[in-house]
């Protein structure tokens, strides 16, 4: 099955709950996950391990950013980056450069935070708080102020 968008990977695979659970939607695209403390780094993806695509991740790091780094790495398999680089902190900043992490984090924040979720509850419901939307989110305060940034909505 081919994936473009964070939404057509919500549309296959999510059960309409949130917080959106990463880990559950990488095993429903057929994609190994694993957590491992040993890490170092917060998270890689390979495109054939044993037989399967394989996302590993750092499992000693917040809750919020272990999410965050699964929807990255599956990211790096919807957009087909065979063996991508060894994800450390800095590939998850907003100042990030390199086009691959770039689009990578664009998906995870498309695939945690969806658009029209987002805007609903914001617009809808009118919940404006910062700490309440990251949380029904699961998401990091920064990650969802830079969301609610880039739909125009803050």
Do not use: C
């Given at each position: 099955?081919?994936?473009?968008?964070?939404?057509?990977?919500?549309?296959?695979?999510?059960?309409?709950?949130?917080?959106?659970?990463?880990?559950?939607?990488?095993?429903?695209?057929?994609?190994?996950?694993?957590?491992?403390?040993?890490?170092?780094?917060?998270?890689?993806?390979?495109?054939?391990?044993?037989?399967?695509?394989?996302?590993?991740?750092?499992?000693?790091?917040p809750?919020?950013?272990?999410?965050?780094?699964?929807?990255?790495?599956?990211?790096?398999?919807?957009?087909?980056?065979?063996?991508?680089?060894?994800?450390?902190?800095?590939?998850?900043?907003?100042?990030?450069?390199?086009p691959?992490?770039?689009?990578?984090?664009?998906?995870?924040?498309?695939?945690?935070?969806?658009?029209?979720?987002?805007?609903?509850?914001?617009?809808?419901?009118?919940?404006t708080?910062?700490?309440?939307?990251?949380?029904?989110?699961?998401?990091?305060?920064?990650?969802?102020?830079?969301?609610?940034?880039?739909?125009?909505?803050?």
């Open positions: 099955r081919m994936y473009k968008t964070a939404r057509d990977v919500l549309q296959a695979h999510w059960d309409g709950k949130l917080p959106i659970n990463p880990v559950e939607i990488a095993r429903r695209m057929g994609v190994v996950v694993e957590a491992d403390p040993f890490m170092v780094g917060s998270g890689y993806y390979r495109a054939n391990h044993q037989g399967s695509p394989h996302i590993s991740f750092n499992s000693l790091e809750a919020v950013r272990q999410r965050f780094t699964v929807a990255h790495e599956i990211g790096h398999h919807v957009h087909g980056d065979d063996d991508a680089p060894r994800d450390t902190l800095e590939s998850f900043n907003a100042k990030s450069r390199e691959r992490e770039v689009a990578a984090n664009k998906f995870a924040a498309a695939l945690l935070m969806p658009a029209e979720v987002v805007k609903f509850l914001v617009r809808e419901q009118r919940i708080d910062l700490d309440i939307l990251a949380s029904r989110f699961g998401v990091s305060t920064a990650a969802m102020k830079f969301r609610l940034k880039n739909l125009g909505l803050i």
